[in-house]
């Protein structure tokens, strides 16, 4: 943390050939700080020609380069990049104990936000609306008790979450699959901002000027679960990237929740497999609290005032469409079947209804409550 | 030989109008030749073969003059094989194989029809707008192809004689023989006729789109339907045409004509008393859809006229083919310019677009996961500008139906009982725009709105709120007074009350779901 950006060059230079974690953390074992390496490297000397391949010695031989060392040099003074090291007092204790720990992490923001309460949230870019709005709320209620959120600033879920843990006033960290001068997907520049206007961390174990590519995901999803001291998985189908976060905070030995999403669905098929194969059901922050007993007493102050929210309905319609949504999204033409009334009765209930605030309506003509 | 000049009253199309053509034949002696002038097209050029063989084949011997044809006035461009039959009898009489018995005044009777080589007669384009124009000219009788009567037989007032073959005509020329006078057909007899495409009774479920296009049959407003693939947005639209309110006889009129001249009456067809329902398909060019060619012919957007036009897959259409639409959406009229001709066609038309959410099609489906992402989505739904969803006045989601809803056997409404209801709504708009030329509320402009929907009190207030709290544009304020203005008049309310308005909101909800 302490390392000053003349310094973060040489760790930027270790990372960039992309050799495995541990390989790097050896080699910081025996040189202390990558300039020493760097140094070594330069002459030749024995222990990178023994355990570095040709094919990573190439790699950093090309970014050795005086070229790359000045225009990365740049990068990291102007996006203001800070770098932390496996060995250092600062490096998140959460990480330490990890398969293939990160030697390296890059990062802009406020680190010590990584110490306290954390869980990751994960799920599909191409998320449902049900699915971010869970994501959205799930967030906002967790971070409202004082846990942080960790994601990976795609879009969909992970931007739901992160959104929702801002809004909930706890800081937000954010993992990417890139270097820190690029914002991908570019779409999230503005959550990018925020995250770190609200104290948050964006961090990364790619070198600045690193480009996303498809195999970085799967393996940054490690840090995403690592960092969390349990992963909640709010929507995914079998085959994504979300399971893969999955699969690493099981091999990491945490706890996995899963949200129950629409059984009929295929956006939710993934969560339906791992409720089946043992994930943890949920349905609101406080069932995760109590799962990790981090119930205190100013959770309980909070719960009763959300359930009790009765809705209040002016006209017997009003009362039937509110009647027939209580138990979740419906689309119009069920809502016709359930409530009996006649097409235009029913549309200008629900348009009375969404003034009010009592009802939304979701693309794919669905509506629901809106709590 | 002696110098002969025969004259004959025929009748060509320019635009959707027919004027009067004279064709003037002139024989006299020398080579034996035939040539056309008067600016005639290879169609009319090709004339003097088909006629020339006719003739001989209708028993009177060949020619052996030199021949002169005139098509005055000499300055508008001749089209189509219509003058071959006048311009055989020209020949035959300039010749002096054919002399009309007197009393007839070949002055006073327009002849038109294309020949076959064996001397008999086939039909033509554009019959309707040259009869027409005949009527107006104070010609009174008219020789026509058999199989184009029963298209101008609801015009009053007009003898017209159907012919399959020169030798008919010869004959009645000459008083040999005489041919049954096409009998006149009431326009309400024809109306029976009308076939009503999709019935309203086949579409399951659905009771949300039903009821919109409902709304947007009463109103003659523009529609645009999204949904996902497969939930019944093509076949909602095919069953528009059946509910909207019978043709008038002058509407019926324009849309024949227009149909009439491009050629896309089926042989032998009368009025037209179905209301058309075009869809081209996305890859449709500019020109096709507004009118265009070197002949500056008619688009879909004409064809369609008093129907309905019907854009599947809005997005995939080209940009300029979607914004060339302004035009006729706006004044109900196009103008096509070519550098060899200029026309105006009449295209008021009823727009129903359909869509799907996204790229993939799946974008809010609770069934199917969608593939899309964000950007894509985005740029996907502004392929459609703002100006033209301005126009569209109802927006509406369309859901797919469940299968155990197909499969059940309670019967829907049909299209019937819906067309008296949006006949009924018509009557009243066209009750209260009388003499202001408008004839349905989909016509109103920002003034009109102003003086004719003004909703009571509650409604005042109940759409501001409205506004408000769904963040609704002023333009979507225009529309949903227009839209509530129908939903009342469907009820034969006179005002415009809470209710009406609340359900207009619903057809502007895509607004701000999708093109926030």
């Known amino acids: ?371 | 030989m002696a110098e002969i000049l025969a004259k004959v009253l025929t009748f060509g199309v320019a635009g959707v109008n027919g004027f009067p053509v004279h064709v003037e034949v002139f024989a006299t002696g020398g080579l034996p030749m035939m040539e056309i002038i008067g600016l005639p097209d290879t169609s009319v050029r090709e004339s003097k073969n088909r006629v020339t063989a006719a003739i001989a084949n209708s028993g009177r011997g060949g020619s052996t003059a030199r021949i002169t044809v005139n098509l005055a006035p000499a300055d508008i461009k001749k089209e189509g094989p219509s003058f071959d039959l006048p311009i055989a009898l020209g020949v035959m009489i300039a010749t002096d194989m054919l002399h009309p018995a007197p009393g007839v005044d070949s002055d006073q009777i327009a002849f038109f029809g294309e020949l076959s080589l064996d001397g008999s007669i086939q039909p033509v384009n554009g019959a309707l707008p040259m009869v027409i124009s005949a009527k107006e000219n104070g010609i009174r009788t008219v020789i026509l192809p058999d199989r184009n009567a029963r298209e101008v037989s609801c015009i009053q007032g007009m003898h017209i004689l159907p012919v399959s073959n020169l030798s008919e005509v010869i004959c009645w020329l000459e008083k040999q023989t005489g041919i049954t006078e096409q009998e006149q057909t009431a326009f309400d007899t024809l109306l029976n006729d009308a076939v009503t495409g999709t019935d309203m009774c086949q579409i399951r479920g659905q009771k949300g789109a039903r009821r919109a296009i409902e709304v947007a049959a009463a109103g003659g407003h523009n529609m645009l339907m999204i949904g996902v693939p497969g939930s019944g947005k093509t076949m909602l639209a095919r069953c528009i045409p059946g509910i909207l309110p019978p043709m008038s006889f002058e509407e019926s009129l324009e849309t024949t004509r227009i149909h009439s001249i491009s050629g896309k009456l089926p042989p032998g067809s009368g009025l037209m008393v179905t209301r058309p329902f075009c869809a081209p398909h996305h890859n449709a060019s500019v020109a096709s859809l507004i009118g265009g060619g070197q002949d500056a012919r008619p688009g879909e957007v004409s064809l369609a006229h008093n129907g309905v036009l019907f854009l599947d897959e809005l997005p995939e259409f080209s940009r300029s083919a979607l914004e060339a639409l302004r035009q006729p959406l706006e004044d109900g009229m196009v103008s096509v310019a070519r550098v060899k001709k200029q026309a105006r066609y009449q295209s008021s038309f009823m727009l129903v677009a359909a869509m799907n959410p996204c790229p993939c099609g799946f974008y809010g489906s609770n069934r199917r996961a969608c593939r899309c992402t964000p950007p894509e989505i985005r740029k996907y739904l502004d392929r459609i500008s703002g100006p033209l969803l301005d126009r569209i006045d109802l927006q509406i989601e369309v859901d797919s139906v469940p299968l155990q809803e197909i499969s059940s056997s309670e019967p829907s409404e049909n299209s019937a009982s819906v067309a008296a209801r949006v006949s009924k709504a018509r009557s009243i708009q066209l009750e209260r725009y009388r003499g202001t030329g408008k004839h349905c509320n989909a016509q109103l402009d920002n003034a009109d709105v102003k003086r004719y929907c003004t909703p009571d009190e509650e409604a005042v207030r109940l759409l501001n709120t409205a506004l408000d709290s769904l963040h609704l544009s002023m333009r979507a304020y225009q529309r949903i007074l227009k839209v509530s203005r129908t939903i009342a008049d469907l009820e034969g309310s006179d005002r415009i009350l809470s209710a009406h308005i609340a359900e207009a909101v619903q057809y502007r909800e895509l607004d701000q779901k999708y093109w926030r």
């Open chain 1, 1 to 371: 943390m302490t390392t000053k950006p003349c310094e973060a060059v040489y760790d930027a230079w270790l990372a960039s050939a992309g050799m495995p974690p541990d390989l790097v953390r050896r080699l910081l074992d025996v040189y202390k700080t990558p300039e020493a390496a760097f140094r070594a490297f330069q002459q030749g000397e024995e222990p990178f020609r023994i355990a570095v391949s040709p094919r990573y010695a190439s790699a950093l031989r090309v970014s050795g380069a005086g070229r790359w060392m000045e225009s990365t040099q740049a990068l990291i003074e102007k996006h203001r990049i800070f770098v932390i090291r496996y060995g250092d007092p600062e490096y998140p204790v959460s990480l330490k104990y990890i398969d293939q720990a990160p030697a390296i992490l890059f990062f802009q923001g406020n680190l010590s936000c990584l110490s306290g309460r954390m869980l990751g949230m994960v799920g599909s870019r191409a998320a449902s609306y049900t699915g971010q709005k869970a994501a959205r709320k799930l967030a906002h209620d967790l971070s409202s008790l004082g846990v942080s959120i960790v994601s990976g600033l795609a879009c969909g879920i992970d931007a739901a979450s992160h959104q929702g843990c801002i809004e909930g006033g706890s800081p937000t960290a954010a993992v990417t699959a890139c270097g820190l001068d690029t914002v991908y997907p570019r779409d999230n520049i503005r959550l990018r901002n925020e995250i770190l206007e609200k104290n948050g961390v964006i961090l990364t174990e790619y070198a600045p000027g690193e480009k996303p590519a498809g195999w970085h995901f799967p393996f940054r999803n490690r840090i995403i679960a690592g960092l969390g001291q349990a992963l909640v998985l709010v929507e995914a189908r079998i085959r994504s990237g979300s399971m893969t976060s999955v699969q690493h905070a099981l091999d990491q030995g945490k706890d996995v929740f899963v949200w129950p999403g629409d059984p009929e669905s295929e956006h939710f098929e993934g969560n339906h497999q791992l409720l089946r194969e043992g994930g943890i059901y949920f349905t609101s922050a406080d069932d995760i609290l109590a799962d990790l007993h981090w119930l205190d007493n100013q959770t309980e102050v909070r719960q009763n005032s959300d359930c009790c929210t009765e809705i209040k309905a002016d006209t017997p319609e009003q009362a039937a469409v509110i009647r027939s949504l209580s138990p979740g999204s419906l689309g119009f033409e069920q809502l016709l079947e359930k409530t009996q009334l006649d097409p235009p009765a029913l549309m200008s209930t629900l348009t009375i209804l969404q003034i009010s605030g009592i009802v939304e309506s979701l693309p794919g003509k669905q509506y629901r409550l809106k709590h």
